[in-house]
């Protein structure tokens, strides 16, 4: 179903009971704990695959942040890291071992799903929990490395596309409403990013002193009326004949431009998919999401080996129309 939510996310935060905090633990102690958790994935139901990211380079590092695989922290630091891995699908599994947590496990999901895709973090969270016992206060919840983290340990979000709220201004009211429901907005990459294309992510803030399940749905809760907010006005604003003009001028420019920059993708990429959306183009939305991963830099690099920027600007606009024929 269309929708102005791109994708929905949960990660958890877990530490072993057993083990000092990742600052603290020795090179030797980071791979015993990698290798007893490969053992852990093998024998089990859960199809992951392995990857010791001191084997992988920052090309393919930057390629997982752009598709929301891991973080950029993870991706900056990498000595004595690994990462479980899932299939790509609708619904894909990461887990990081070794970032600021013993583990972050990760679950994202395509559309507006957050039942679903918590139920898949927690199926993770049940096979690494088997390992050895978390490190679990009755009265605090999960201990993290970060004070921020505790309770429960979770981070939920959901991607929106929000181009008219935000052009006109009025995402700033909800951004201000939202962090009394102990929510925040962040940009395209989470925490310090900026809203490129107009996407932002909406995710919980306090872990602390309330249940996933409350979480999820206060989030879930806000996150409805956002969208229910933005599709109203780009209804409205459609309206406008300039506004067609200009969402139908976007999608001539990338059905033939032989050059694309990042910036003029993401501004021309939004305007189509609001005019998909809204049934003012004809046009599969979910092939269009796809682009605002593989179209980024990294990405471009890792598929073509294309490193200067000039000639990743011709591989965009390629990328870009042959998603559109």
């Not at 530490?15 to 633990?25: C, H, I, K, T």
């Not at 990498?78 to 887990?95: A, C, I, K, Y």
């Not at 690099?301 to 870009?320: F, H, I, K, T």
Request: hydrophobic share 35%.
């Amino acid at each position: 179903m269309n929708s102005a939510v791109i994708s929905s996310r949960v990660r958890l935060a877990r530490n072993y009971a057993e083990l000092p905090f990742v600052p603290r633990m020795t090179k030797e102690s980071k791979e015993q704990l990698k290798e007893k958790l490969r053992a852990a994935v093998k024998g089990s139901s859960l199809s992951m695959s392995y990857i010791d990211m001191e084997q992988v380079d920052d090309i393919r590092a930057g390629a997982m942040v752009e598709d929301h695989l891991i973080s950029p922290e993870f991706a900056q630091k990498r000595q004595g890291e690994g990462l479980f891995l899932s299939e790509p699908s609708e619904n894909s599994l990461s887990v990081m071992v070794n970032e600021e947590d013993h583990l972050r496990i990760q679950a994202i999901s395509e559309g507006f799903c957050l039942e679903k895709t918590y139920e898949l973090a927690n199926r993770a969270d049940d096979l690494f929990g088997s390992v050895m016992p978390y490190a679990f206060s009755e009265k605090i919840g999960y201990l993290t490395c970060c004070p921020t983290n505790l309770g429960t340990g979770m981070r939920a979000s959901v991607m929106l596309h929000l181009p008219v709220l935000s052009e006109t201004g009025n995402i700033n009211r909800f951004i201000n409403a939202l962090s009394g429901l102990g929510l925040t907005v962040r940009g395209l990459y989470g925490e310090g990013s900026q809203p490129g294309g107009h996407i932002y992510q909406l995710s919980n803030q306090v872990s602390l002193g309330i249940t996933e399940e409350e979480s999820l749905q206060r989030l879930a809760d806000s996150a409805e009326k956002i969208e229910e907010s933005e599709l109203a006005l780009q209804k409205k604003y459609l309206e406008n004949i300039s506004v067609k003009d200009r969402i139908h001028r976007a999608y001539g420019i990338l059905r033939e431009a032989r050059l694309l920059s990042s910036t003029e993708f993401l501004k021309l990429v939004s305007d189509v998919r609001w005019g998909i959306l809204q049934g003012e183009i004809d046009g599969d939305l979910k092939k269009l999401d796809t682009l605002f991963g593989k179209a980024q830099p990294y990405n471009l690099m890792l598929s073509s080996q294309e490193n200067d920027a000039p000639q990743r600007d011709q591989r965009r606009a390629e990328l870009v129309r042959n998603t559109l024929l």
